[in-house]
């Protein structure tokens, strides 16, 4: 499921609202007032569409996620956090969708708000919901009580710092850490076509390119460089000049912890910006988790080449897989 973030228009809060949860869960149920269709318009608030534009959650940041109780004890004292909140539809809720929803919800307000430390407030009794959160690294922290519909019902607040990634355009300096990135994946893997290590000058041709259209970037955690990332030319023809080439590369002990997904928005927002309508990205069918994460940021495989590779003594089809920007 890929998810899109905008801020709340009138008809998604006029729907939301109508939003009915069940059981214990009907305190996250709105009263489809107009007070509560405002909330939902105060500039806090943002909807959530998948792939068919479907309203299919919400995400609220800043005062609008604080809890009254919280506020009693000083939990919003402690600066630093951007304090959010979270509902989904409730005929999506149980169908083990909560932590693709989470993901990408952190992912979009660490690059809206340029943040990497968030705080929420959950019912203590919603163990579903504390599973989800404590499974992306929230950490339980104070327990509380506040009013509910005139009753006190015991909250928990949790707390989560990201990795804060940063992006910086591939210069010679890097180029040594660039090539030690690449070359684990030649030796070890038919992630790359390549069967012999490159030299620094074979990865600066591959990853600096003289038109300054294509960029390159290194992705860097507190200085130190965990992968990098780049647009390269798709073919040489002038009319494929409006499509490029995605790759991503990443230091084989980080991967799987959402830095490619990051990585990918980037880039594709680099893109924009250089004019580009389309980008391409080809992967070796062995590359399970490549495949996955492409397809799951909306690029549909186009295209399948049976065997026209061969490494490890094996044949290998790669695949082409297509996203229109």
């Known amino acids: 499921m890929l998810l899109s973030y905008h801020p709340m228009k009138l008809t998604d809060a006029e ?3 109508t939003w009915k949860y069940e059981n214990e869960y009907a305190m996250y149920s709105f009263s489809e007032s107009n007070e509560d269709v405002q909330e939902l318009m105060n500039g806090e608030y943002f909807s959530v569409l998948d792939e068919l534009e479907r309203v299919v959650g919400f995400i609220c940041c800043g005062e609008s996620a604080r809890v009254p109780g919280g506020t009693s004890i000083g939990l919003y004292q402690e600066e630093g956090y951007l304090d959010i909140g979270l509902g989904l539809d409730p005929d999506l809720t149980g169908q083990k969708i909560g932590s693709v929803f989470l993901k990408q919800t952190l992912v979009f307000l660490q690059n809206q708000f340029k943040s990497s430390q968030f705080r ?3 019912a203590r009794f919603n163990e ?3 599973k989800v959160y404590e499974r992306a690294d929230f950490k339980r922290n104070k327990e509380f009580y506040s009013k509910v519909n005139d009753e006190d019902m015991l909250f928990i607040s949790m707390k989560m710092e990201m990795p804060c990634y940063s992006f910086e355009e591939i210069t010679e300096q890097d180029l040594t850490e660039v090539r030690e990135i690449y ?11 390549h069967t012999e290590e490159l030299t620094l000058e074979e990865i600066k041709a591959s990853v600096i390119n003289k038109n300054p259209r294509f ?17 390269t030319q798709y073919k040489s023809k002038q009319a494929y000049d409006f499509s490029g080439e995605v790759t991503i590369y990443l230091k084989p002990d980080i991967v799987g912890k959402g830095i490619g997904g990051t990585a990918l928005q ?15 990205a080809t992967v070796c069918m062995e590359n399970t988790r490549s495949k996955s994460l492409f397809e799951k940021h909306g690029y549909e495989q186009c295209a399948m080449f049976k065997g026209v590779g061969y490494k490890f003594d094996r044949r290998l089809d790669i695949g082409s897989f297509q996203k229109v920007l």
């Open 120 to 122: 929420l407030v959950v």
């Open 215 to 231: 960029k390159s970037f290194v992705i860097k955690e507190e200085n130190e460089i965990k992968g990098y990332v780049l647009i």
């Open 266 to 280: 980037f880039i594709e927002n680099v893109a924009r910006e250089q004019g580009f309508y389309t980008l391409i």
């Open 15 to 17: 729907k939301i609202v």
């Open 183 to 193: 070359n684990y994946y030649v030796s070890n893997t038919t992630i790359s076509f």
């Open 128 to 130: 579903r919901a504390i």
